[in-house]
Every structure is written in C-alpha cells, then in structure tokens.
C-alpha cells in the first residue's frame, strides 16, 4: 500500500498522550500486549513516503532488529517539512551564545529548512552520497544542527564527534567508519577559552586518507590554514547553492547515524541508529517523558555530541514542533548564575541537565540563583549519570521551587531514547529513582548467572527483554562486537551494562555502570582506553584505571601507574601523563589522582585484581575482601600505604 505525502501524517498531535497514571498504565500494557499494534500506532502519525510492510522482525541471538520494515521516510520531512503549513514562523532554535554580550541568533523552522535544504545541496556539491559517512566535529552552534540534519536529508550518514575529542580521538573514529567529508569550525569558545577545532582536524587527517573534503564554518575568526584542493569555507559553498532540496527516500532501517560511545573494552564502538524506529521512539518519550505542550520552550543542556543532544536537541524537538533553547557555553561562564539566567531570558517551560552541573551548581551557592525568576519552568529532567539525594533536593527546591516535577532519565546511547523514567506530573516521584519503564519497554533483572531476580526488594544486571524502536541495531563495520558487547552476556536478553535495585514499589534505581566503564561528569570512558593512552608514555610499562566516588564528578578517574625509570621526578611524570591522555582521548579523560606504584595486585594467572584497586581508591583501605589468591600480597601494603 502506498502513502502519498499529504494524506498521511497529517493528523497528529504534538502533545503527551499519557496524562493520567492510569493512561500510564493502559499505555503500559497496551505496549506489552501488543508491542505491533502499539508502535505501528504511534508511528502513523509521522509522513511516510511508503507504508511499512510489517512492523517487527527481531531476535536477540544475531542479533536482529527491525522496526517497520519496508517503509520509505526521510526524517527530516518529519522534523521540517511537515511543520512548514502551520508553524514556519515559529522559533525551532533559540541560540544562546557563550559570550553572554555576543549577538544570539534564533531560527524559525522556515529558516531552518531553508538552511538545512542549502547545506544539503552543498553536501551534494562536494561529492556526499546517500550512504557515505560524514563526520561533524563542531561546537555548539546552530549549524552543527543544520549540518546534521542536512545529512539525514540526503540520505548520509552522520558521525559527530564531540567537540573535546583530541586529535587522535577523532582520527580513530573518522578511520573507523571512513568518512568522507569532514564538517567543521576554524574554532570554538568554552567559557573563557577558545578551542582550535581546525588545527585538531588537520592533524587528525594526516593518517584519514578517506577524507576528501573538509567543510570549515567560520566562527570564531581564527587563523586556520585551508588545504588547496580539500579545504572549502561553508559560507562560500552557500553561496552557491539554492534551497531546493528534494528529501532523499530512505528505508526505515537504513542508517541514521553513528555515534561513537566507549565500552569495557578496546576502542569506542559506533553504534548504528536506523531512520524509522528511531523517529518514532525519540518523539514519542519527549512528549510524554516531559508531558509536553504545544508552545512550550525546551532545553536541554547536553551537547550534540552525545546522544542526549542527538535525540533531544536535534531529532525529537523538531519532530514534534518545539521551540528549544541551544546553548555553546558551559554552567559557569561568565558565572554561575549562566543557566538560571537563561532560563529567564527564553522563558523556558522545560529543562533538562546533568547531575554534574547540577552539583557544581549547587556548590557554587544560593547567590547564583537569587537573582534569577525560574517561574517559567514546569518540568525539570535529568541524565547521564545517577542523581543522589542531595542533589535532587536542591533541584527540587531551589530550581524547581518545589512545584516541577523531576524526571530522572534512564537511558543510553544504544537506546536511543529514554527508557526508564517517571512522566512528569504523573509518576510519582522519589529522589535517585528514575522510576519505572515507559511504555515499550521490558526491563529485568538478573543474577551473575542470568536467572531472573523476581519480586521487588531486589537487586541485579539491568537487561531489556523485549526490543523497542529504537535499540542499537550493530555496531558499525564489526556485528559480532554488537553481539558480544550486549546480547551474549545473558542469552536472550539485551544487556546494558548497569546494575540496578527495584524497590517495594517496584521502583527502578540504577546504582551504575557493573562493567569496567566509568561514568566522569555524564561522559562515559572506558579504564581500557585510559590505561592504554597512559600506557604510550614512554616510562610506564603497565597501568590500572578505576573509578572512585567525586563529589561533583559522580565518578573521578584513579591511576595506578608502574613507572620504569626510577630516577624519574614524580611531579613531571604526572603532568606528562596527563599531557598524554589529553592527546590520546581529550581533557576529559584526565586522571584525577596518579599513583605510582611498583606493582599492581594480580592473581596467579595475571589478572589485575581491580576490586582491589577500586576499594583502595575508594578509601576502603580495610575492606578489601579476600586476597588469597593474590600473586604478592606485598604489593596491596604498599598500594595502600601510597593511596592518594
Ligand atoms: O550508567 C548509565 C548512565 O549512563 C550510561 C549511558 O551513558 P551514555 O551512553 O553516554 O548515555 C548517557 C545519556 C543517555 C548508562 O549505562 N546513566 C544514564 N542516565 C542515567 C544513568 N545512570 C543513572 N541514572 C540515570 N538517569
């Protein structure tokens, strides 16, 4: 059966349908019951160029997992095109700049599309193909949306990698999935510093080969070198191009994106996001997650380097017709009234952020806050990472005054959307719980062995039983690691990678990562990939990373280092480490304590024995379990006679 543009789609609301518990619940089995017929729903309400043939094919082994197949979209006919009749003038981005005395900039979504068509076209004139990668490696500026979106609209697929990223972090992740164009700015600004992301680029494609152009936006006026015969200036190639851009047809479970997330072991993983499930999913959870309401002006504080930012300041907002904030500076420019005060200036209804500005937030003090109305908002989110006690309470009471209700969002970058979490002003809420399931989603807990943890009062690995929309569908170029990394740990089950207690009312709280991934200010970092980048140092022979508890970080970094060169001063030995692992990852994998040590605790067999070095770095000094099958046992003393 085939669907023209206009006659489908056409009456849906962008409003929560879930307003009531009881909704809720309704919603909640409905999804169970009838995980087809719920989703094929939901997803009528979108413009399809061809309906789907069937709506799910899936099984965990493979894995496989596909939603609507057969059917023709483009989503940024959803995002764009579709809101044109009714909301061309209204604003799609309001965007804040990090200098508060900088001019902002707002979009409507006629200007946006308009934009969005162009960029298209000059994607098109520098060679980009439906099927090609493209890598972004922007700030948070309005075009790092617009070159998003103009790839979906062509049919490319975008890999942004965020901005922080080092030069061999980036060059790592555009070999992997051999882009061939690379987006990007002659710099960036965060707070007082300014960023050269062009200089990052060129030194990451002297081992890209795959590259063949570079686009380069100007913003912040810096001296960049432009390659001849690679290197064009965005503003030029504009020039060039009208905003006639046919959405390019794509198949539900063609690629959407990639983006690039670390895990337990080796090097970051692209995990793949298809067009269809995605679409329906991620507009489906911000509309009833926030119970969002025609007009409203959102924001969300992540950048669009990360998933949150992906799904939540690009895709589903628009989806559904928001207006949102998009902010490129940081919590604490020019002070740490920035967001309260933004908050103001835009009238925003919804915000969601991480537990890491919130604490550094909450630390800087009340006098941040005082000046500042905050009677506009009415919901309140939060992600990335677990929210404690004391934090939520200061939210609550000092942001929210008392009267938001607060959504603690759990979900992934394989998720794609928000998976566990309350809708707000219908779940009741309980501070560090993120609640329950939304609809679709079949959460369960297991045991080290993979037996289900029944009832409530319990606590175990978080797995989903059941596939939704808009779960990872492989990862890029390597499927096996797909199903290695999250469907062979417990057969059947997809894994995520956290632990997690169900209560007595059967509310959800995730008590963090059970693998050897650490959760740093809401970034996820592998020890693996901290130890190896230590590991380049010349001096060091071997090295162990954990995580331990930080005040504002929620998780900081712990080094035990084994250094060879005994004469070598402490002190610059340090600080060359953290000078390697800037250049290896980024700043933001810096280890916060280094200790050097002669020798890490490992068994018989030569496994180091983290446990060990995570109760030390954790202060647990005589807490630290059995260690009889320690190899030396010499070596614990003196880790713990030296902790940090
Ligand atoms: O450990 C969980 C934590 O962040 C991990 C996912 O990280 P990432 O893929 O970067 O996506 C972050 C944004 C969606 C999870 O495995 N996490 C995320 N949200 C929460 C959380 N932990 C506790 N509570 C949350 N609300």
């Given at each position: 059966m085939r669907f023209?543009?206009?006659?489908?789609?056409r009456?849906?609301?962008?409003?929560?349908?879930?307003?009531?518990?009881?909704?809720?619940?309704?919603?909640?089995?409905?999804?169970?019951?009838?995980?087809?017929g719920?989703?094929?729903?939901?997803?009528?309400q979108?413009v399809?160029?061809?309906?789907?043939?069937?709506?799910?094919?899936?099984?965990?082994?493979?894995?496989?997992?596909?939603?609507?197949?057969?059917?023709?979209?483009?989503?940024t006919?959803?995002?764009?095109?579709?809101?044109l009749?009714?909301?061309?003038?209204?604003?799609?981005?309001?965007?804040?700049?990090?200098?508060?005395?900088a001019?902002?900039?707002?979009y409507?979504?006629?200007q946006?599309?308009?934009?969005?068509?162009?960029?298209?076209?000059?994607?098109?004139n520098?060679?980009?193909?439906k099927?090609?990668?493209?890598?972004i490696?922007?700030?948070?500026?309005p075009?790092?949306?617009?070159?998003?979106?103009?790839?979906?609209?062509?049919?490319?697929?975008?890999?942004?990698?965020?901005?922080?990223?080092?030069?061999?972090?980036?060059s790592?992740?555009i070999?992997?999935?051999?882009?061939?164009?690379?987006?990007?700015?002659d710099?960036?600004?965060?707070?007082?510093?300014?960023?050269?992301?062009?200089?990052?680029?060129d030194?990451?494609?002297?081992?890209?080969?795959?590259?063949?152009?570079?686009?380069?936006?100007e913003?912040t006026?810096?001296?960049?070198?432009?390659?001849?015969?690679?290197?064009?200036?965005?503003?030029?190639?504009?020039?060039?191009?009208?905003?006639?851009?046919?959405?390019?047809?794509?198949?539900?479970e063609?690629?959407?994106?990639?983006?690039?997330?670390?895990?337990?072991t080796?090097?970051?993983?692209?995990?793949?996001?298809?067009?269809?499930?995605?679409?329906?999913?991620?507009?489906y959870?911000?509309?009833?997650v926030?119970?969002?309401?025609?007009?409203?002006?959102f924001?969300?504080?992540?950048?669009?380097?990360?998933?949150?930012?992906?799904?939540y300041?690009?895709?589903?907002?628009l989806?559904s017709?928001?207006?949102?904030?998009m902010f490129?500076?940081?919590?604490?420019?020019p002070?740490?009234g920035?967001?309260?005060?933004?908050?103001?200036k835009?009238?925003?209804?919804?915000?969601?952020?991480?537990?890491t500005?919130?604490?550094?937030?909450?630390?800087?003090?009340?006098?941040?806050?005082?000046?500042?109305?905050?009677?506009?908002?009415?919901?309140?989110?939060s992600?990335?990472?677990p929210?404690?006690e004391?934090?939520?309470?200061w939210?609550?009471?000092?942001?929210?005054?008392?009267?938001?209700?607060?959504?603690?969002?759990?979900w992934?970058?394989?998720?794609?959307?928000?998976?566990?979490?309350?809708?707000?002003?219908v779940?009741?809420?309980?501070?560090?719980?993120?609640?329950?399931?939304?609809?679709?989603?079949q959460?369960?807990?297991?045991?080290?062995?993979?037996?289900?943890?029944?009832?409530?009062?319990?606590?175990?690995?978080?797995?989903?039983?059941?596939?939704?929309?808009?779960?990872?569908?492989?990862?890029?170029?390597?499927?096996?690691?797909?199903?290695?990394n999250?469907?062979?740990?417990?057969?059947?089950?997809y894994?995520?990678?956290?632990?997690?207690?169900?209560?007595?009312?059967?509310y959800?709280?995730?008590?963090?990562?059970?693998?050897?991934?650490?959760?740093?200010?809401?970034?996820?970092?592998?020890?693996?990939?901290?130890e190896?980048?230590?590991?380049?140092?010349?001096?060091?022979?071997?090295?162990?990373?954990?995580?331990?508890?930080?005040?504002?970080?929620?998780?900081?970094?712990?080094?035990?280092?084994?250094?060879?060169n005994?004469?070598?001063?402490?002190?610059?030995?340090?600080?060359?480490?953290?000078?390697?692992?800037?250049?290896?990852?980024?700043?933001?994998?810096?280890?916060?304590?280094?200790?050097?040590?002669?020798?890490?605790?490992?068994?018989?067999?030569?496994?180091?024995?983290?446990?060990?070095?995570?109760?030390?770095?954790?202060?647990?000094?005589?807490?630290?379990?059995d260690?009889?099958?320690?190899?030396?046992?010499?070596?614990?003393?003196?880790?713990?006679?030296?902790?940090?």
């Amino acid at each position: 059966m085939r669907f023209s543009f206009s006659n489908f789609g056409r009456n849906r609301s962008t409003m929560a349908t879930i307003n009531t518990l009881e909704q809720y619940q309704q919603e909640y089995q409905k999804s169970v019951n009838d995980p087809e017929g719920f989703w094929a729903e939901k997803a009528e309400q979108f413009v399809w160029k061809k309906k789907w043939d069937s709506v799910l094919d899936w099984n965990f082994s493979e894995p496989k997992n596909k939603w609507f197949i057969g059917g023709k979209l483009n989503i940024t006919e959803n995002c764009l095109d579709r809101h044109l009749e009714k909301r061309a003038d209204q604003i799609a981005y309001y965007w804040e700049p990090n200098d508060p005395h900088a001019k902002a900039v707002s979009y409507t979504y006629k200007q946006l599309h308009e934009q969005v068509c162009k960029f298209a076209n000059v994607l098109k004139n520098n060679g980009a193909q439906k099927g090609d990668r493209i890598c972004i490696y922007m700030p948070m500026v309005p075009e790092l949306a617009i070159a998003v979106l103009a790839c979906a609209r062509i049919g490319a697929v975008h890999s942004v990698v965020f901005g922080g990223f080092s030069a061999s972090a980036l060059s790592g992740r555009i070999q992997d999935s051999d882009c061939k164009i690379v987006i990007c700015t002659d710099g960036a600004y965060r707070g007082a510093k300014g960023i050269p992301m062009k200089d990052t680029v060129d030194e990451a494609l002297e081992v890209c080969p795959s590259v063949e152009k570079v686009i380069v936006l100007e913003h912040t006026q810096s001296n960049i070198r432009m390659v001849e015969g690679r290197d064009v200036m965005w503003k030029n190639e504009m020039e060039k191009v009208n905003a006639d851009c046919p959405a390019e047809p794509m198949d539900a479970e063609d690629m959407l994106f990639i983006l690039y997330t670390s895990g337990s072991t080796g090097k970051p993983k692209g995990v793949v996001h298809t067009c269809g499930g995605y679409m329906v999913y991620t507009q489906y959870t911000f509309e009833n997650v926030f119970n969002y309401r025609e007009g409203e002006v959102f924001w969300c504080t992540a950048d669009i380097g990360w998933i949150t930012g992906h799904s939540y300041i690009v895709y589903a907002p628009l989806l559904s017709g928001a207006t949102s904030v998009m902010f490129e500076g940081v919590p604490t420019y020019p002070d740490a009234g920035r967001f309260w005060q933004v908050i103001d200036k835009y009238k925003v209804n919804i915000f969601y952020t991480a537990p890491t500005a919130i604490r550094a937030l909450e630390v800087a003090g009340l006098d941040f806050v005082k000046p500042y109305k905050l009677d506009s908002l009415r919901v309140l989110g939060s992600v990335g990472e677990p929210i404690n006690e004391e934090a939520w309470n200061w939210y609550n009471i000092n942001i929210g005054k008392g009267k938001c209700p607060i959504v603690d969002t759990w979900w992934q970058t394989e998720t794609g959307g928000m998976m566990i979490s309350p809708i707000a002003g219908v779940t009741k809420t309980k501070p560090g719980f993120a609640t329950l399931p939304l609809p679709g989603v079949q959460p369960i807990l297991v045991d080290d062995k993979g037996n289900e943890i029944i009832g409530n009062g319990v606590e175990g690995n978080l797995c989903i039983k059941f596939p939704w929309p808009s779960i990872i569908r492989t990862t890029y170029g390597d499927h096996e690691r797909c199903r290695q990394n999250y469907f062979a740990t417990y057969p059947n089950l997809y894994f995520t990678g956290d632990g997690c207690k169900r209560d007595e009312d059967g509310y959800y709280r995730i008590t963090g990562r059970v693998d050897d991934v650490m959760n740093v200010s809401g970034h996820r970092i592998g020890t693996a990939e901290v130890e190896s980048a230590i590991n380049m140092h010349a001096d060091i022979v071997e090295s162990a990373v954990v995580g331990y508890p930080h005040d504002i970080k929620g998780q900081g970094i712990y080094a035990y280092v084994i250094c060879t060169n005994k004469n070598k001063d402490q002190e610059a030995l340090r600080k060359e480490i953290l000078a390697e692992v800037t250049k290896v990852i980024g700043p933001i994998a810096k280890p916060d304590k280094i200790q050097i040590v002669s020798g890490l605790p490992k068994t018989r067999s030569g496994k180091i024995m983290r446990r060990i070095l995570r109760k030390v770095a954790e202060g647990e000094m005589n807490n630290l379990g059995d260690t009889s099958t320690l190899l030396d046992p010499n070596v614990v003393e003196e880790i713990k006679a030296g902790a940090l």
